[in-house]
């Protein structure tokens, strides 16, 4: 008898700790999808769960940082987060601005800081989440417009470096993204940086085998390993016009 009440006091307390973790989330995303500037409510779902305590944390101490003249800003999501940018390009005063899971919406969000820096350059790659929440190429570009106009505007000192989006493994990737719409993306970001009069660096060609994102730079078949960062400094250090290889 004593066995089943504490079966079904265990059984209560489980259930009581559920209900208040599901209305916690319910509180979070309630909170949030109100701080979305997009109106409708499919666009604040495609975007919510990038507006997550780590995006907050990351973005609260790139804001305290205070700012040293002739920075490069690499600005973006996991893809430039999980990398050491400051030791590959450590002959550069090099700082990471990628958060993981970022969109391009958390990018003009949080754009004011990049532009608070006025810096060198900018090395800006972001949007396969923003493909993986479902955003459309066209709303995409939309925020590229946005994202390039406010640096033009307000940084027009700072050399912007627009980054093509790099391919998936869709075999290893468990995300459905198609690659023939990361190339239509592209084509659209390399029209962009014309427009604003800015460089277009195609690391994708780098990248790419067969049309998938070639499985020896990758593990999971969307971030890249050792050996595919390795690929991306190179592309980066060219554009300093410089003949430093890629430290190993």
């Given at each position: 008898m004593k066995r089943r009440i504490w079966i079904l006091v265990l059984m209560v307390g489980s259930l009581a700790i559920l209900l208040a973790l599901a209305e916690n989330q319910s509180d979070?995303?309630?909170?949030?999808?109100?701080?979305?500037?997009?109106?409708?409510?499919?666009?604040?779902?495609k975007n919510i769960t990038y507006y997550t305590k780590y995006y907050?944390?990351?973005?609260?101490?790139?804001?305290?940082y205070t700012h040293q003249d002739s920075e490069t800003i690499f600005l973006g999501d996991s893809l430039t987060d999980y990398y050491e940018w400051g030791e590959a390009l450590s002959?550069?005063?090099?700082?990471?601005?990628?958060?993981?899971?970022?969109?391009?919406?958390?990018?003009l969000n949080r754009i004011d800081e990049v532009i608070a820096a006025k810096p060198d350059r900018v090395y800006l790659l972001v949007g396969i989440n923003d493909m993986i929440a479902g955003q459309s190429v066209n709303k995409i570009e939309t925020n590229y417009k946005q994202i390039l106009d406010t640096l033009k505007t307000n940084s027009p000192n700072t050399e912007v470096y627009v980054q093509s989006l790099f391919p998936v493994n869709t075999a290893l990737t468990g995300h459905p993204i198609n690659n023939n719409v990361i190339k239509e993306m592209n084509?659209?970001?390399?029209?962009?940086?014309?427009?604003?009069?800015?460089?277009?660096?195609?690391?994708?060609?780098?990248?790419?085998?067969?049309?998938?994102?070639?499985?020896?730079?990758?593990?999971?078949?969307?971030?890249?390993?050792?050996?595919?960062?390795?690929?991306?400094?190179?592309?980066?250090?060219?554009?300093?016009?410089?003949?430093?290889?890629?430290k190993s």
């Open positions: 979070f995303l309630r909170t949030n999808a109100n701080e979305m500037p997009e109106n409708d409510s499919e666009s604040k779902k907050q944390t990351k973005k609260s101490i790139y804001d305290s002959d550069y005063k090099v700082l990471n601005r990628g958060i993981a899971g970022d969109t391009t919406t958390g990018v084509e659209r970001l390399k029209d962009l940086a014309s427009l604003y009069n800015y460089q277009y660096i195609d690391i994708h060609k780098e990248l790419v085998e067969f049309g998938q994102l070639n499985k020896n730079y990758t593990f999971d078949g969307l971030h890249l390993n050792g050996e595919g960062y390795k690929i991306w400094t190179r592309v980066i250090l060219s554009t300093y016009n410089t003949n430093e290889k890629v």
